[in-house]
Every structure is written in structure tokens, then in C-alpha cells.
T-cell receptor, first 114, second 111 residues
């Protein structure tokens, strides 16, 4: 079975702190994604990556950056956390570049910024 | 811009009932459509993936159909069980590898 693991299920941070959210997949997937999910707004794409060291902006990249130094790992970075970044963050991965295949999600990381 | 709508937003049914969840999308130029299940506070679990060239996919008690020309997909759940209670989301993959999600249908199956 495909496994997408997010390092932290729950985090509480203070405004201005730097936050790292880690995601690891074990299926040698090329594509990896970071979404945030908010009530009434659904899932919104923050960043995605097709390969190591590659990254592309999604719909809401402001306030975030990403890093993909190894194929299996995709990190989301909040340089200076703000209260409006309180949310559920979901990492996903998929196989096949181009016309993508099935998307697999991690369990989510619920971030609260005080 | 692709828009994905799921109706109804919430549904409550008695155990054992067969039910249909609906998903509609505005741009028929899609690569695939995927149905997910999400339990409260958890991530999304993939249920079924239908490629644009396919008409339906089946897994156990679940059957998903796709009518690209009319911009519709349905998820049929047979003999519903309380364990099926969750939020069900559909997502379509369009050009540029953009996945657009619907807002979900919250299903409750009652004993």
C-alpha cells in the first residue's frame, strides 16, 4: 500500500515563528503536493513538485515556500507564521508525470497559530 | 476556470439503503476524476479513479460513473452501513495537472 506520512498531526505555534511541515512518501512518486483545507473553502493547492528540486506555485502560495531535496520528501515552510495560516495542511503524492494517476494523501497536519 | 459542484451538501440515510452522490464539473476537458472519502480530522482516502476514456469503475459496494460530455459523475454506494459515514469529495484533473476539488457531500448512515 502507498503510504504518505506527515511528520506532525498537531502543531501549535506563535505568530512570527518559522514552521516546517514534512511529508514523506514511500512509492517513488514523482508528483507531490501541499494543500490546505478550510471550512467553506475546501481544498486549495499551495505548491506542487514534479521532481527533485522542482517546484511550482499553486493557487495560494503567498506566505509559503517548499523544498524538495529528495524524491520522497516534500517540505512546506511557513517563514513567519500568521494567524490566518491556522488550518489543516494535507500532503499528497501521485505517480506518472503529465496525465497524473491516482492521488494519495497523508493524514494531515493541523496547525494552530496563536 | 474549472468549477466542481457536489449535491447534496449533506445526506442522512437509514442503514441498508442504496444511495447516489453527485458531482458536476463545468469544463469537460479532463484527464481523470477521482472520488475520495474523508473522516473527521483525517486526510483523504482514495476510493475510485476514473480515467477520461472510461465510463465507470467499481470497488466492492462502490460504483463510480463518468459522463464527460455532460460534465457529471456519480458515486453509487450499495447497501450503506454506518461505517460509510464520512464526507465524500470528488476531484477532476484538468490541463496543467490542476486538480479541482468539489466541496463535498457529508453522509450520515443511521442505524
Amino acid at each position: 500500500d502507498v503510504k504518505v506520512t506527515q511528520s506532525s498531526r498537531y502543531l501549535v505555534k506563535r505568530t512570527g515563528e518559522k514552521v516546517f511541515l514534512e511529508c514523506v512518501q514511500d512509492m517513488d512518486h514523482e508528483n507531490m503536493f501541499w494543500y490546505r483545507q478550510d471550512p467553506g473553502l475546501g481544498l486549495r493547492l499551495i505548491y506542487f513538485s514534479y521532481d527533485v528540486k522542482m517546484k511550482e506555485k499553486g493557487d495560494i502560495p503567498e506566505g509559503y515556500s517548499v523544498s524538495r531535496e529528495k524524491k520522497e520528501r516534500f517540505s512546506l515552510i511557513l517563514e513567519s507564521a500568521s494567524t490566518n495560516q491556522t488550518s489543516m495542511y494535507l500532503c499528497a503524492s501521485s505517480f506518472i508525470r503529465g496525465t497524473t494517476g491516482e492521488l494519495f494523501f497523508g493524514e494531515g497536519s493541523r496547525l494552530t497559530v496563536l | 476556470k474549472q468549477e466542481v459542484t457536489q449535491i447534496p451538501a449533506a445526506l442522512s440515510v437509514p442503514e441498508g439503503e442504496n444511495l447516489v452522490l453527485n458531482c458536476s464539473f463545468t469544463d469537460s476537458a479532463i484527464y481523470n476524476l477521482q472520488w475520495f472519502r474523508q473522516d473527521p480530522g483525517k486526510g483523504l482516502t482514495s476510493l475510485l479513479l476514473i480515467q477520461s476514456s472510461q465510463r465507470e469503475q467499481t470497488s466492492g459496494r462502490l460504483n463510480a460513473s463518468l459522463d464527460k460530455s455532460s460534465g457529471r459523475s456519480t458515486l453509487y454506494i450499495a447497501a450503506s452501513q454506518p461505517g460509510d459515514s464520512a464526507t465524500y469529495l470528488c476531484a477532476v484533473m484538468g490541463g496543467g495537472n490542476k486538480l479541482t476539488f468539489g466541496t463535498g457531500t457529508q453522509l450520515k448512515v443511521e442505524l
